[in-house]
């Protein structure tokens, strides 16, 4: 535990200017990131008594090392750059929200030429418009049906899409009329593009114009006795209106706001969002926070704003964002916002009317959000707490071993060998840790001797790692050796285990252990789970430690051992899917995916462009002599696939394509 006081900066040594700093550990990590309008009297707070520092801030400044900043012209500047910072060094001491779950959106794919709506999880894409995030995909797909009557857009992948246009007949959506069926030239481009943007304005809000349009055109329709028409009109009128039913007006004005409420206590705090749009709650999502820093309710909404709209532009910024309580920077955080939206923002707190009803139910959303967590956490930390006890009980371990990592190997018939490395901290998957290894000093099939390289790999690298910061030093030739400087990123192999887990029996758990002893790591416990009867072997026993069927440390050893093996079997289909893929450009040394791309557009098929000269290769956009020559050469050496055969006749099919003149004598040259 570090002094603040010696690595206090000197009087004078910090600007008293606006910018970011960051803490580091002694082995040169960042573990805090914090901006300041006054960097002099931001950092003068933390090195007064520690005595009289908040118990979360005092842990802070004793676990560093060394504080650094970086000055920076406007507040606004600090604010971007610390995000940025906490989102590439990912400091242990700032607060982090955590996605209770990956929220889907509603999605419009305005960046194909035929537009898709779908579902979608995950990072946003450009060109891709989104409404929500939801609470469930299924809402999204309720409320996608009823709209499609209306405006039949695309839905279908591009492989349904590719082949309804190769047999010219459109999917059974195309026939019912829930689709446009561009796909067979029902409808241009632009009129389905159309389509789609009328769909992404009702999506936005902008409902009213357009159900007003569609009342006056079923009036004309009854004007003109066009009955059916007008009854068609009729239908998609109430098939949208059931559509807005689905999201109950909350706001009678069509404000586009974002509301933000916190329920917290002394150790975590949950943050909930109702995103409104046209004065509809158009979707909702929540976080939960450890308080890891000390920090109040104004400083959780600005962590949360940060989080929220760090990645966001244009309009998915909306107009309006209320908040229970204001953070300290509130005119540099409104220009950020607005920066990020294009246009001006309002961060306020709704004083009164339906804005400051509707955050009271937003508030009483994040209340029962944190009660659930923390029950649910409650039993989940119990029963993790009592399968580690457990675990240290039958294997006699001197602690619990809060770190474990499970190794498996994985291959088909001894080809793609392949291993994986899964990592639990207290009990709970950290997939962030997940590592997988291709299997290199031999081929062929041996577990054994597999399990001993990868073991030996990782706790090379881990030694690795501590030779830098100067923790370890080794025997022989290490007094040269100074510690590497640090970026502050987190290490890869940079944290051992308490235990190690290998998937298999005495063979494993022996070469496991025969590789720790190798490079000098006697700290670290081996294990081995034989799936036949699920026995915990140890090293040297000729026993193996039976558990209990119903004890929650062999659940946890199966967890973590059946992950590994999910992992492990995961990257070896990966493997084997792209060996079986390789064509004869795979071979083409320098020859990239997209050229390789280019060359099979040009000519439709390896077949074609094996027929080709080199002049003829050569007229491929990016193709130049010499790439054209090697891929010649390397075409002429591979066996060619052999003739395709009409399944329901047995007749050969000959090639329709006549070989280019002077293509045979070409490539005889380049041999």
Same mark, same amino acid.
């Given at each position: 535990?570090?002094?603040?006081?010696?690595?206090?900066?000197?009087?004078?040594?910090?600007?008293?200017?606006?910018?970011?700093?960051?803490?580091?550990?002694?082995?040169?990590?960042?573990?805090?990131?914090?901006?300041?309008?006054?960097?002099?009297?931001?950092?003068?707070?933390?090195?007064?008594?520690?005595?009289?520092?908040?118990?979360?801030?005092?842990?802070?400044?004793?676990?560093?090392?060394?504080?650094?900043?970086?000055?920076?012209?406007?507040?606004?500047?600090?604010?971007?750059?610390?995000?940025?910072?906490?989102?590439?060094?990912?400091?242990?001491?700032?607060?982090?929200?955590?996605?209770?779950?990956?929220?889907?959106?509603?999605?419009?794919?305005?960046?194909?030429?035929?537009?898709?709506?779908?579902?979608?999880?995950?990072?946003?894409?450009?060109?891709?418009?989104?409404?929500?995030?939801?609470?469930?995909?299924?809402?999204?797909?309720?409320?996608?049906?009823?709209?499609?009557?209306?405006?039949?857009?695309?839905?279908?992948?591009?492989?349904?899409?590719?082949?309804?246009?190769?047999?010219?007949?459109?999917?059974?959506?195309?026939?019912?009329?829930?689709?446009?069926?561009?796909?067979?030239?029902?409808?241009?481009?632009?009129?389905?593009?159309?389509?789609?943007?009328?769909?992404?304005?009702?999506?936005?809000?902008?409902?009213?114009?357009?159900?007003?349009?569609?009342?006056?055109?079923?009036?004309?329709?009854?004007?003109?006795?066009?009955?059916?028409?007008?009854?068609?009109?009729?239908?998609?009128?109430?098939?949208?209106?059931?559509?807005?039913?689905?999201?109950?007006?909350?706001?009678?004005?069509?404000?586009?706001?974002?509301?933000?409420?916190?329920?917290?206590?002394?150790?975590?705090?949950?943050?909930?969002?109702?995103?409104?749009?046209?004065?509809?709650?158009?979707?909702?999502?929540?976080?939960?926070?450890?308080?890891?820093?000390?920090?109040?309710?104004?400083?959780?909404?600005?962590?949360?704003?940060?989080?929220?709209?760090?990645?966001?532009?244009?309009?998915?910024?909306?107009?309006?964002?209320?908040?229970?309580?204001?953070?300290?920077?509130?005119?540099?955080?409104?220009?950020?916002?607005?920066?990020?939206?294009?246009?001006?923002?309002?961060?306020?707190?709704?004083?009164?009317?339906?804005?400051?009803?509707?955050?009271?139910?937003?508030?009483?959303?994040?209340?029962?959000?944190?009660?659930?967590?923390?029950?649910?956490?409650?039993?989940?930390?119990?029963?993790?707490?009592?399968?580690?006890?457990?675990?240290?009980?039958?294997?006699?371990?001197?602690?619990?071993?809060?770190?474990?990592?499970?190794?498996?190997?994985?291959?088909?018939?001894?080809?793609?060998?392949?291993?994986?490395?899964?990592?639990? &901290? @207290? =009990?709970?998957? *950290?997939?962030?840790? $997940?590592?997988?290894?291709?299997?290199?000093?031999?081929? %062929? /099939?041996?577990? !054994?001797?597999?399990?001993?390289?990868?073991?030996?790999?990782?706790?090379?690298?881990?030694?690795?790692?501590?030779?830098?910061?100067?923790?370890?030093?080794?025997?022989?030739?290490?007094?040269?050796?100074?510690?590497?400087? &640090? @970026? =502050?990123?987190? *290490?890869?192999?940079? $944290?051992?285990?308490?235990?190690?887990?290998?998937?298999? %029996? /005495?063979?494993? !758990?022996?070469?496991?252990?025969?590789?720790?002893?190798?490079?000098?790591?006697?700290?670290?416990?081996?294990?081995?789970?034989?799936?036949?009867?699920?026995?915990?072997?140890?090293?040297?026993?000729?026993?193996?430690?039976?558990?209990?069927?119903?004890?929650?440390?062999?659940?946890?050893?199966?967890?973590?051992?059946?992950?590994?093996?999910?992992?492990?079997?995961?990257?070896?289909?990966?493997?084997?899917?792209?060996?079986?893929?390789?064509?004869?450009?795979?071979?083409?040394?320098?020859?990239?995916?997209?050229?390789?791309?280019?060359?099979?557009?040009?000519?439709?098929?390896?077949?074609?462009?094996?027929?080709?000269?080199?002049?003829?290769?050569?007229?491929?956009?990016?193709?130049?002599?010499?790439?054209?020559?090697?891929?010649?050469?390397?075409?002429?050496?591979?066996?060619?696939?052999?003739?395709?055969?009409?399944?329901?006749?047995?007749?050969?099919?000959?090639?329709?394509?006549?070989?280019?003149?002077?293509?045979?004598?070409?490539?005889?040259?380049?041999?």
């Amino acid at each position: 535990m570090a002094d603040p006081s010696s690595y206090r900066p000197k009087p004078g040594q910090i600007p008293d200017s606006p910018g970011v700093y960051k803490f580091r550990d002694e082995h040169r990590r960042v573990i805090y990131v914090g901006k300041a309008k006054s960097l002099r009297q931001r950092l003068a707070s933390y090195f007064q008594d520690v005595a009289g520092l908040h118990p979360r801030t005092a842990t802070m400044v004793t676990t560093a090392a060394s504080v650094e900043w970086t000055v920076v012209s406007t507040e606004v500047e600090a604010l971007q750059l610390e995000y940025s910072w906490i989102k590439e060094f990912d400091p242990r001491f700032n607060v982090k929200y955590r996605d209770d779950k990956s929220y889907p959106s509603l999605a419009v794919t305005m960046n194909e030429e035929y537009p898709r709506v779908q579902v979608m999880r995950g990072p946003k894409k450009k060109g891709v418009r989104y409404f929500g995030p939801y609470g469930h995909a299924w809402a999204i797909r309720e409320t996608v049906d009823l709209m499609l009557r209306v405006f039949p857009v695309r839905t279908c992948s591009a492989g349904v899409f590719k082949r309804s246009a190769q047999i010219g007949r459109p999917c059974l959506l195309g026939y019912i009329g829930k689709c446009s069926a561009p796909c067979v030239g029902r409808v241009t481009p632009e009129e389905h593009r159309e389509l789609a943007e009328d769909f992404c304005d009702f999506m936005a809000g902008r409902t009213g114009t357009y159900l007003s349009r569609l009342e006056a055109r079923m009036h004309e329709a009854a004007e003109d006795m066009e009955y059916e028409k007008a009854a068609r009109l009729r239908d998609d009128i109430g098939a949208l209106r059931r559509a807005m039913e689905k999201n109950a007006v909350v706001l009678a004005d069509a404000t586009d706001a974002d509301l933000i409420a916190v329920a917290e206590d002394e150790l975590e705090a949950a943050v909930q969002i109702f995103h409104v749009r046209g004065g509809r709650v158009r979707g909702q999502r929540g976080w939960v926070t450890d308080k890891v820093e000390a920090v109040d309710t104004a400083g959780l909404v600005e962590h949360a704003l940060q989080q929220l709209y760090g990645e966001e532009k244009g309009e998915a910024v909306p107009k309006e964002v209320l908040v229970p309580a204001l953070p300290d920077d509130t005119p540099a955080l409104t220009e950020w916002l607005a920066e990020r939206r294009g246009s001006q923002v309002s961060l306020r707190i709704p004083q009164r009317g339906d804005k400051k009803a509707l955050m009271e139910t937003v508030h009483r959303n994040a209340q029962q959000s944190l009660v659930l967590h923390k029950t649910k956490r409650a039993s989940d930390l119990t029963t993790r707490s009592r399968a580690l006890e457990e675990i240290a009980e039958a294997l006699e371990l001197d602690s619990a071993p809060l770190r474990i990592e499970c190794f498996d190997i994985s291959h088909l018939q001894g080809d793609d060998v392949v291993a994986s490395m899964v990592v639990f &901290e @207290d =009990g709970l998957a *950290r997939k962030g840790e $997940y590592r997988r290894f291709q299997i290199k000093s031999f081929e %062929g /099939q041996d577990d !054994v001797r597999s399990m001993h390289e990868v073991v030996s790999r990782r706790f090379r690298r881990y030694l690795q790692e501590k030779l830098k910061t100067g923790e370890w030093s080794p025997e022989h030739g290490a007094d040269g050796d100074a510690p590497e400087e &640090e @970026d =502050g990123r987190p *290490r890869r192999f940079a $944290y051992p285990p308490q235990l190690v887990v290998v998937d298999g %029996g /005495q063979p494993q !758990v022996a070469a496991a252990k025969r590789a720790l002893e190798e490079l000098g790591v006697d700290d670290v416990a081996v294990c081995g789970l034989a799936k036949r009867l699920e026995e915990v072997w140890l090293p040297g026993e000729d026993d193996p430690v039976v558990l209990p069927r119903t004890s929650e440390g062999l659940y946890l050893l199966q967890r973590v051992r059946d992950e590994a093996h999910r992992f492990a079997i995961q990257y070896q289909r990966t493997k084997r899917a792209k060996r079986f893929k390789a064509g004869p450009l795979d071979e083409v040394s320098g020859l990239g995916e997209s050229r390789k791309q280019a060359l099979i557009k040009h000519f439709g098929s390896v077949k074609k462009l094996r027929q080709a000269t080199i002049d003829q290769i050569c007229e491929v956009p990016g193709i130049g002599r010499k790439t054209a020559e090697t891929v010649a050469a390397a075409l002429a050496g591979a066996v060619p696939a052999g003739p395709a055969v009409n399944m329901a006749t047995g007749e050969i099919i000959e090639d329709e394509t006549p070989a280019p003149a002077g293509a045979s004598s070409e490539r005889g040259t380049e041999q």
